[in-house]
């Protein structure tokens, strides 16, 4: 073969930084439209609110207008653990009291009906989905209204008249909200029933997301299905394990309505959670200062949080 028949090769042009810029221009203008809205939303309803809400916390701020709004520096930090009722204190111990109660429930409930549905034998698996995840798109306020009737005091609430009437395990009602326990019992209980689903439609879509052939391995091995799970399942769930019990944590921080619907703070304000509290004070006290600082530290008490634990999640891998 002749080599006047050979297509002769293409050389390629270098292009300018001059070209490159005017390209990652046009790019950028052509995407801006899309990604601009949300660029606004974060601005007007993020970062600003928050650097709001930072200087609202070293003023004596008042929302009359024309209001001179003095510059404090940190008393209204040091007024938040002045309070001769330890409110804050109060507070503070009952978010981290509603983490350490709901969040292994929450983690454990959600893994065990993950792959109870992922399971074989279990036939209808989106009716199951759909049943789980249901919780989470009911209002707040329906189901409060629904556990205050299960947990109204007397025999007229549904849990008392079964633990009380049908099968005698109690010697009188309870009065769940007249009570601090059984209160906080009441929220946690509201608090579960109401995200454990998020946590089940997560896991399942990991589990779908592991190699079948790991388990055939495991069948061919002898493994029963105890150590299929804790030897397969576990380990190549971690990272979303990670990421699962951070939203869970960050969740059991946000407590709000589960406290405002069912016991308002009560009884006797013992029941108050950090944001709750930062309500009270804010719109019911008119104290915007203190209240600013209540957030503040909250949040900077979630972020150490969340960011070491983010760190963990950035060096794992899925399989």
């Known amino acids: 073969m002749s080599t006047s028949m050979l297509t002769p090769e293409t050389k390629q042009v270098p292009v300018s930084s001059k070209n490159k810029f005017k390209l990652g221009l046009r790019q950028w203008m052509a995407v801006l439209p899309f990604v601009a809205i949300g660029f606004?939303?974060?601005?007007?309803?993020?970062?600003?609110?928050?650097i709001r809400n930072i200087m609202i916390s070293f003023q004596d701020y008042s929302i009359m207008p024309n209001a001179a709004n003095p510059w404090v520096g940190f008393d209204n930090y040091?007024?938040?653990f002045q309070d001769p009722n330890d409110r804050f204190l109060i507070a503070l111990r009952n978010t981290f009291l509603n983490v350490l109660a709901t969040v292994p429930v929450n983690w454990f409930l959600a893994i065990f009906f993950a792959v109870l549905i992922n399971a074989k034998f279990v036939k209808f698996k989106i009716a199951f989905r759909t049943i789980y995840y249901l919780p989470i798109v009911t209002s707040w306020i329906i189901i409060a209204l629904l556990f205050k009737y299960l947990f109204a005091d007397g025999d007229g609430g549904f849990i008392n008249y079964i633990l009380h009437a049908k099968l005698g395990i109690?010697?009188?009602p309870i009065s769940w909200r007249s009570n601090y326990w059984s209160a906080m019992v009441m929220i946690w209980l509201f608090h579960i029933w109401k995200t454990v689903g998020w946590g089940v439609v997560i896991y399942l879509a990991a589990l779908q997301g592991i190699p079948k052939d790991m388990y055939e391995a495991a069948d061919i091995d002898g493994a029963n299905a105890y150590q299929k799970f804790w030897r397969i399942t576990i380990p190549l769930l971690k990272p979303i394990t990670l990421f699962i019990v951070i939203n869970l944590i960050n969740g059991a921080f946000g407590f709000f309505p589960q406290?405002?619907?069912?016991?308002?703070g009560g009884p006797m304000n013992q029941t108050h959670v950090i944001p709750s509290l930062i309500y009270i004070e804010a719109f019911q006290n008119l104290k915007f200062g203190p209240a600013a600082a209540m957030g503040v530290m909250m949040g900077l008490l979630v972020f150490v949080l969340t960011y070491t634990q983010m760190k963990k999640i950035g060096k794992q891998k899925m399989f």
Do not use: C, H, Q
Not at 40 to 50: C, D, L, N, R, S
Not at 259 to 264: L, M, Q
């Open 170 to 172: 109690l010697s009188e």
């Open 40 to 50: 606004i939303g974060i601005a007007v309803f993020v970062i600003y609110p928050m």
């Open 78 to 80: 040091t007024k938040v």
């Open 259 to 264: 406290v405002y619907f069912i016991t308002a």
